[in-house]
């Protein structure tokens, strides 16, 4: 009874760790206009919301990995993304962003090359900001992938998300730039080294139990 409690209770921590990884989704935006690819520049990640049915947003900026020194006013100025047009979803469905002041529109040219997006917010010089934080609410079977989608628009964008960030270091005689991406942010190796080690437990005590 006490090696099938242990076992049991492995597999729920097993289940547990993997169910909080799934609850979000990450990707990088590691294409520029100006600056050099391959490099990750800003992290989207989209969680379960607090609310059951809502989905977070997060859209951090990377700092370091901009030309440096980065001036008085940097940050990001827009922020693109898409969603699965099987979908239902309006402008309205946008909420509790931050920084409040910042507006959304629809069917927006992310410029740099990188095609039209189903929604953009956006901000001034004043707000720019190196963390976005919103929530769609109210959205009928959208799921976390729902908004980890190409658009359909023309010009299309092949890539999920795109952003203009603006005032680092001159390079190329420019001091902002576009960039996109969908690059999956890998999962952490101690989670899956986490998983495998309660899972090898398991095992051993299995094969005690045979024994």
Excluded: C
């Excluded at 409690?5 to 100006?34: C, E, K, P």
């Excluded at 991406?181 to 495998?196: D, H, K, N, Q, R």
């Amino acid at each position: 009874m006490k090696t099938f409690s242990r076992t049991v209770g492995a597999l729920a921590l097993v289940s547990a760790a993997f169910s909080v990884q799934a609850a979000s989704i990450s990707y990088y935006l590691d294409q520029s206009n100006v600056l050099t690819d391959g490099v990750n520049y800003l992290q989207v990640t989209i969680s379960d919301g607090a609310t059951i049915g809502d989905i977070d947003f997060t859209v951090d900026v990377l700092s370091a990995n901009f030309p440096g020194p980065l001036l008085s006013n940097f940050g990001m100025q827009t922020f693109s993304f898409n969603y699965d047009n099987s979908l239902s979803i309006s402008t309205a469905n946008i909420q509790d962003v931050d920084p409040a002041t910042w507006n959304i529109t629809e069917d927006a040219n992310a410029g740099g090359g990188f095609g039209k997006f189903e929604f953009e917010l956006s901000g001034t010089g004043a707000t720019r900001t190196t963390l976005l934080t919103f929530t769609i609410s109210g959205v009928t079977g959208d799921t976390l992938s729902s908004y980890a989608i190409g658009s359909t628009l023309n010009p299309s964008s092949g890539e999920f998300f795109a952003a203009h960030v603006a005032d680092f270091a001159m390079t190329n005689g420019a001091t902002s730039a576009q960039f996109a991406g969908s690059t999956p942010v890998p999962v952490p190796a101690a989670l899956w080294l986490f998983g495998s080690g309660l899972l090898g437990l398991v095992g051993i005590s299995r094969r005690k139990k045979t024994a």
